[in-house]
Nanobody
Framework: QVQLVESGGGLVQAGGSLRLSCTAS????????MGWYRRAPGKQRDLVAA???????DYTDSMKGRVTISRDNAKNTVYLQINNLKPEDTAVYYC?????????WGTGTQVTVSS
């Protein structure tokens, strides 16, 4: 069973930055796409950023320029750097990993941005 463990969330003031981490229980090279999603209160879970095995990245339009997704294969970890945080970024952020048709999810890390 694959485990994805997110960390790095917390309470931050608007304009601040956070780096979220997602560490997998096995080599992330065994996965295809990996990504970060978020679910704001009362809303559905939406994609924030994705990174392919070859390092290609993709970002949701609403956060382009403020987020960077990266991976450290040696540490089995994917990161999400979020800058210039806004109150509307308040959400639970989830890590995901795809292997074929199967997707694995972490339990999420809460990010709260105060104005």
């Amino acid at each position: 069973q694959v485990q994805l463990v997110e960390s790095g969330g917390g309470l931050v003031q608007a304009g601040g930055s956070l780096r979220l981490s997602c560490t997998a229980s096995r080599s992330i090279l065994s996965f295809g796409d990996m990504g970060w999603y978020r679910r704001a209160p009362g809303k559905q879970r939406d994609l924030v950023a994705a990174i392919l095995k070859d390092g290609t990245t993709d970002y949701t339009d609403s956060m382009k320029g403020r987020v960077t997704i990266s991976r450290d294969n040696a540490k089995n970890t994917v990161y999400l750097q979020i800058n210039n945080l806004k109150p509307e970024d308040t959400a639970v952020y989830y890590c995901s990993a795809w292997q074929g048709q199967e997707v694995y999810w972490g339990t999420g890390t809460q990010v709260t941005v105060s104005s």
